[in-house]
């Protein structure tokens, strides 16, 4: 059974660090695993994205709003998908989830990512 464990979420301010993991329970050789966030009354959207070392693709992207402050990680061993999040703002407060999507899977389209974790809470304050 393909399951994604999400944790690391909380309260902190802004200018401050968090880093997210996402537990999986299968291996991730042949998977893109995404984090994605969501606000409510907005759409989900991608925050970054690692490929499958199968991917043609680059293996690591991240949307314009999170560039140069998040770092996406993976260690193959323990099945984990670490989101490093530096220099956290106000706007990055939302329900973040990790993905699975095959390794032909469009890293911005949430609909190619066919598991998800249940989401942890990353709340910014001023």
């Known amino acids: 059974q393909v399951q994604l464990v999400e944790s690391g979420g909380g309260l902190v301010q802004s200018g401050e660090s968090l880093r997210l993991s996402c537990a999986a329970s299968?291996?991730?050789?042949?998977?893109?695993i995404g984090w994605f966030r969501q606000t409510p009354g907005k759409e989900r959207e991608e925050v970054s994205c690692?490929?499958?070392?199968?991917?043609?693709?680059?293996?690591?992207e991240y949307a314009d709003s999170v560039k140069d402050r998040f770092t996406i990680s993976r260690d193959n061993e323990k099945k984990i998908v670490y989101l490093q999040m530096d220099s956290l703002k106000v706007e990055d407060t939302a329900v973040y989830y990790c993905?699975?999507?095959?390794?032909?899977?469009?890293?911005?389209?949430?609909?190619?990512?066919?598991?998800w974790g249940q989401g942890t809470q990353v709340t910014v304050s001023s």
């Open positions: 299968f291996s991730l050789d042949f998977y893109n």
């Open positions: 993905a699975a999507g095959r390794d032909w899977a469009d890293c911005s389209e949430p609909k190619d990512f066919g598991s």
């Open positions: 690692i490929r499958s070392p199968n991917s043609p693709t680059d293996p690591i």
